[in-house]
């Protein structure tokens, strides 16, 4: 306990509170970094959300229905690719579109689920682990997609920075004509980034529908689809700051509710204010520290490829 | 069936649909909705959908309605009024206080079209306003909660600091502590009227602070859910949330604008409609208590009916006094109660909430 504040109880909320958009932005960070700007975060989610609570009421098995979450994100992102990649439509206006075709298309297959309950995601059992004062209640007492979206970012993390693969995921980012003519499949590696992000944000949305909230309700996202975006261009497109904005966003929104309900004499409006104001401020610390290594936007982020161009 | 015989019903149903228009004399009256949520947030808006409904139950083929849900309190207000009015709507309810200004806006546009605003308190020619007495159904919500609390703590999630949320905070609180001395409010201020994810957050932060019986004044059902979750209190807002009882849900406060709906489209109809501002409450069955259930005792479950009786036949007022105000000065004398005017522009906590009321 700090000044009235129980701060176990606030990392562990936190933990919990931030997964739905650590999940999708990392998802988005990989679209990104292979150069598409997907700006239909939002409406993969809620199609993670309604997919993923359908499938768990349906068959009664929560990590089916995280499973289907994942699917239902994937499937829409699919569809942008399609348009972008093959059709070469733009980046901006699709994303939007798709944001705004997943926010219908979930109310209208979501319709039968409102006002019901899902079934329960256990939490994992480490036995004497969640036991320990303080560290145990902080890291041992979660559902297992917390501990999924950890091990999520770091093997984005390792993926990124150790692997040939994905070597060449950012080499189709940075210059998609010369991965072009290096040889490598420029629509292909940019199908499964996308996938791969469509599925990440579908977990997210799944995530909120199922163990946040938990239940089904039209329009459930509120936007958090718009601050996974954020967070990664906030975290200059790394996977170890995406973790931090995420968690710094959800600790903070968790923290200003917590001061409200002890009675802090803060004014209202600038804790509400906290959340957009503290992550933006911390990241652009962050990146004037690390100058050395300034990682702007992919150099092809957006762009349209076509092999004749 | 075949594609022939489809054309062929389809026409004959056309020349059917044709041929009886003359038995209407006029155009159906057109009436709009707009909603701050979505109509299945199964709350706020999803009654007045209910309420609409029942304008075209009560009518029929003399009305055709109209809503844009989940619309934005903001600029984006008086794009979605100004797009009803074009279509030819001539009664337009805005379900929301944010869209006052927004409506004050596009009403001066449009002479011709009538429009309702919930909850708010600007009027014009043309712009009526309607509000419900939440503050009575909160009387009831609170004597529950100051006896069902034992830990002595009572949290409520506010939406934005209004008086019509202000209202309800302070009549659950002074019911709560007529019944329990020893209770304690907390208030959380999510701004928002619904982002399920946020007010499930502010649960937990009350939960956190040792809450055990939770009041909201937000739209989705996201408390109720992680109230089960901790084994505490709640109670349904704006709608039933009857999925929730009997635990967490102890009893809700249900808006019920049918009844005013059907009136004012029908004043509409008859040509008698005039600007004016309502305010019903449990009396005129705008504010309705929804089934107490079983986790009340008998004699908590009968004095919360009692007290709802008594502010239905008018024999009582949540707000009489002696009140003072949060600073200790006299709001209310012995025996006195509020004007309504006084009441719609509440601004201040009563005396004994401890939090402080954002300004």
Same mark, same amino acid.
């Given at each position: 306990?700090?000044g009235?504040?129980?701060?176990?109880?606030?990392?562990?909320t936190?933990?919990?509170?931030s997964?739905?958009?650590?999940?999708?932005?990392?998802?988005?960070?990989?679209?990104e970094?292979?150069?598409?700007?997907?700006?239909?975060v939002?409406?993969?989610?809620?199609?993670?959300?309604?997919?993923g609570?359908?499938?768990?009421?349906?068959?009664?098995?929560?990590?089916?229905? =995280?499973? !289907?979450? /994942? &699917?239902? %994100?994937a499937?829409?992102?699919?569809?942008? +690719?399609? @348009?972008?990649? $093959?059709f070469?439509?733009?980046q901006?206006?699709?994303?939007l579109?798709?944001?705004?075709?997943?926010?219908?298309?979930?109310?209208?297959?979501?319709?039968?689920?409102?006002?019901?309950?899902?079934?329960?995601?256990?939490?994992?059992?480490?036995?004497?682990?969640?036991?320990?004062?303080?560290?145990?209640?902080?890291?041992?007492?979660?559902?297992?997609?917390?501990?999924?979206?950890?091990?999520?970012?770091a093997?984005?993390?390792?993926?990124?920075?150790?692997?040939?693969?994905?070597?060449?995921?950012?080499a189709?980012?940075?210059?998609?004509?010369?991965?072009?003519?290096?040889g490598?499949?420029?629509?292909?590696?940019? =199908?499964? !980034?996308? /996938? &791969?992000? %469509?599925?990440?944000?579908?977990?997210?949305? +799944?995530? @909120?529908s199922? $163990?946040?909230?938990?239940?089904w309700?039209?329009?459930?996202?509120?936007?958090?689809?718009?601050?996974?975006?954020?967070?990664?261009?906030?975290?200059?497109?790394?996977a170890e700051?995406?973790l931090?904005?995420?968690?710094?966003?959800?600790?903070?929104?968790?923290?200003?509710?917590?001061?409200q309900?002890?009675?802090?004499?803060?004014?209202?409006?600038?804790?509400?204010?906290?959340p957009?104001?503290?992550?933006?401020?911390?990241?652009?610390?962050?990146?004037?520290?690390?100058?050395?290594?300034?990682?702007?936007?992919?150099?092809?982020?957006?762009?349209?490829f076509h092999a004749s161009? | 069936?075949?594609?022939?015989?489809?054309?062929?019903?389809?026409?004959?149903?056309?020349?059917?649909?044709?041929?009886?228009?003359?038995a209407?004399?006029?155009?159906?009256?057109?009436?709009?909705f707009?909603?701050?949520?979505?109509?299945?947030?199964?709350?706020?808006?999803?009654?007045?959908?209910?309420?609409?409904?029942?304008?075209?139950?009560?009518?029929?083929?003399?009305?055709?309605?109209?809503?844009?849900?989940?619309?934005?309190?903001?600029?984006?207000?008086?794009?979605?009024?100004?797009?009803?009015?074009?279509?030819?709507?001539?009664?337009?309810f805005?379900?929301?206080?944010?869209?006052?200004?927004?409506?004050?806006n596009?009403?001066?546009?449009?002479?011709?079209v009538?429009?309702e605003?919930?909850?708010?308190?600007?009027?014009?020619?043309?712009?009526?306003?309607?509000?419900?007495?939440?503050?009575?159904?909160?009387?009831?919500?609170?004597?529950?909660?100051?006896?069902?609390?034992?830990?002595?703590?009572?949290?409520?999630?506010g939406?934005?600091p209004?008086?019509?949320?202000?209202?309800?905070?302070?009549?659950s609180?002074?019911?709560?502590?007529?019944?329990?001395?020893?209770?304690?409010?907390?208030?959380?201020?999510?701004y928002?009227?619904?982002?399920?994810?946020?007010?499930?957050?502010?649960?937990?932060?009350?939960?956190?602070?040792?809450?055990?019986?939770?009041?909201?004044?937000?739209?989705?059902?996201?408390?109720?859910?992680?109230?089960?979750?901790?084994?505490i209190?709640?109670?349904?807002?704006?709608?039933?949330?009857?999925?929730?009882?009997?635990?967490?849900?102890?009893?809700?406060?249900?808006?019920?604008w049918?009844?005013?709906?059907?009136?004012?489209?029908g004043?509409?109809l008859?040509?008698?409609w005039?600007?004016?501002?309502a305010?019903?409450?449990?009396?005129?069955?705008?504010?309705?208590?929804?089934?107490?259930t079983?986790?009340?005792?008998?004699?908590?479950?009968?004095?919360?009916?009692a007290?709802?009786?008594?502010?239905?036949?008018?024999?009582?007022?949540?707000?009489?006094?002696?009140?003072?105000?949060?600073?200790?000065?006299?709001?209310?004398?012995?025996?006195?109660t509020?004007?309504?005017?006084?009441?719609?522009?509440?601004?201040?906590?009563?005396?004994?909430i401890?939090?402080?009321?954002p300004?």
């Open positions: 306990m700090i009235g504040i129980d701060i176990i109880a606030l990392i562990a936190l933990m919990a509170a997964t739905p958009v650590l999940l999708a932005a990392t998802g988005e960070l990989i679209a970094k292979s150069g598409v700007l997907n700006l239909g939002e409406g993969m989610m809620i199609m993670g959300a309604v997919g609570f359908a499938a768990a009421v349906a068959t009664g098995n929560p990590v089916l229905g =995280f499973v !289907a979450g /994942a &699917f239902a %994100g499937a829409l992102a699919m569809i942008f +690719a399609l @348009l972008t990649q $093959v070469l439509s733009n901006v206006a699709t994303g579109a798709l944001t705004l075709f997943g926010l219908g298309l979930s109310a209208l297959i979501g319709k039968g689920y409102e006002g019901i309950r899902p079934p329960p995601t256990a939490k994992l059992d480490f036995g004497p682990l969640s036991d320990i004062p303080g560290l145990g209640q902080i890291f041992f007492r979660h559902d297992w997609v917390v501990y999924l979206s950890l091990l999520l970012v093997a984005t993390w390792y993926f990124l920075r150790k692997t040939r693969g994905g070597l060449i995921l950012r189709v980012g940075e210059n998609h004509d010369a991965a072009h003519a290096l490598y499949r420029v629509i292909a590696v940019r =199908f499964a !980034a996308l /996938a &791969f992000g %469509g599925a990440m944000a579908g977990l997210g949305g +799944a995530y @909120l199922l $163990v946040r909230v938990p239940q309700t039209e329009g459930m996202t509120a936007g958090a689809g718009w601050i996974a975006l954020a967070i990664v261009v906030f975290a200059s497109w790394r700051r995406v931090i904005g995420a968690y710094l966003f959800g600790g903070i929104t968790a923290l200003q509710l917590q001061l309900a002890a009675e802090y004499s803060i004014p209202v409006h600038l804790l509400s204010m906290a957009y104001l503290i992550t933006i401020i911390v990241l652009v610390i962050l990146s004037a520290i690390h100058r050395h290594g300034v990682q702007a936007a992919p150099a092809s982020l957006g762009r349209s161009s | 069936m075949k594609r022939r015989s489809f054309l062929a019903t389809t026409a004959a149903a056309a020349m059917l649909a044709a041929t009886s228009l003359p209407f004399a006029e155009e159906p009256l057109k009436i709009g707009i909603y701050v949520g979505p109509v299945g947030d199964m709350g706020w808006s999803y009654q007045h959908d209910q309420g609409r409904q029942a304008i075209e139950a009560a009518y029929g083929d003399k009305v055709q309605t109209s809503f844009i849900e989940s619309v934005p309190e903001g600029p984006d207000a008086e794009r979605a009024l100004t797009q009803l009015a074009l279509e030819g709507n001539k009664l337009i805005a379900t929301s206080f944010g869209f006052m200004d927004s409506v004050m596009v009403a001066a546009k449009f002479p011709d009538k429009f605003h919930a909850t708010g308190y600007k009027r014009a020619d043309n712009v009526a306003t309607y509000d419900a007495r939440f503050y009575e159904g909160r009387a009831v919500m609170g004597t529950i909660a100051g006896r069902m609390t034992t830990s002595n703590k009572i949290g409520y999630i939406s934005f209004i008086p019509e949320v202000i209202q309800g905070i302070n009549s609180y002074l019911h709560a502590k007529k019944v329990n001395p020893d209770v304690e409010m907390k208030v959380v201020w999510a928002t009227w619904f982002d399920p994810a946020k007010e499930a957050d502010a649960a937990a932060a009350l939960i956190a602070e040792g809450v055990d019986v939770i009041l909201q004044h937000t739209d989705s059902t996201a408390p109720q859910a992680k109230a089960q979750e901790a084994g209190y709640t109670f349904g807002q704006a709608s039933d949330m009857g999925a929730f009882a009997p635990k967490p849900r102890l009893s809700s406060i249900i808006d019920n049918a009844p005013y709906y059907v009136k004012r489209a004043q509409m008859d040509g008698t005039a600007s004016e501002g305010w019903e409450g449990i009396a005129e069955g705008a504010v309705e208590i929804g089934e107490i079983d986790e009340v005792p008998a004699e908590v479950k009968a004095e919360a009916l007290l709802k009786d008594k502010i239905a036949s008018g024999e009582y007022h949540p707000f009489t006094g002696p009140l003072n105000k949060q600073d200790g000065s006299v709001w209310l004398a012995e025996g006195e509020p004007a309504d005017g006084d009441l719609a522009g509440m601004n201040f906590y009563l005396e004994g401890t939090a402080e009321l300004k």
